[in-house]
């Protein structure tokens, strides 16, 4: 088996058998060894202070550093085109619920209540409703419809983005005032006629609904939120 042998500088003595003890070095250690024999041992000195003062600054301020990826993770996962179109959508829930209240259903009257705070609830429960889908509220199929003790009629359906194939879609089940003192004076402002169904001049919106969520392009289980 052939010997290994060190080779030196050209003009020096020939080459000798290297010692078996001696172990190679890596490319790493290699640059390693050759920087620091080229550094004066004052510069590497201070370079060495200088690394050891960094890392001891990094882990003095370990805590701020984490709370900075924290608020870096949350506003990654921020989109400002998706709150513009939220406002946008629960506008258009609010006009089709008024435009429902002049056809016969149960939303019949000549002025619907609808409460800032239902139409406030509804656009925070939309936007946790998308946050897990590919194409987030873009891709929502809306059912609006109006509960009345055990019958659930369908005022309408909204698309969000009629271009795009609906990947979700959302049964936003609302309700009736039912508590207070509202309930018990509307039947007094009712209009009615032989010839015509009984109008009511007002009607005013719970601000409690339900929702129900499924999925169109998985076969899970309906999810229902009571909001």
Known sequence: MPE???????????????DSSD???SWGKLVQRLTDFSTP???????????????????????????????????????PMEETLLKEVVDLIARSLREAKDTDCALRCTKLLIPDKLLEHIGQELLHLAASEP????????????EQGDVCESMGQLSVDPYLVPTFQLALVLRLESGGLWPKIQGLFSTKSPSTPVVRQAIKLSTGFRVIKKK????????????
């Open 23 to 25: 172990r190679r070095l």
């Open 41 to 79: 041992a004052s510069s590497r000195s201070m370079e060495s202070g200088s690394n050891n003062s960094s890392r001891s600054d990094l882990s003095d301020s370990g805590s701020d550093v984490s709370s900075d990826l924290c608020a870096f993770n949350e506003d990654l996962f921020y989109d």
């Open 216 to 227: 169109l392009y998985s076969s899970e289980d309906l999810l229902i939120e009571e909001c």
């Open 4 to 18: 290994l042998f060190a080779y030196t500088d050209i003009g020096s003595s020939p080459p000798s058998p290297v």
């Open 135 to 146: 194409c987030g509220l873009r891709g929502a199929l809306i059912d609006l419809c109006v």
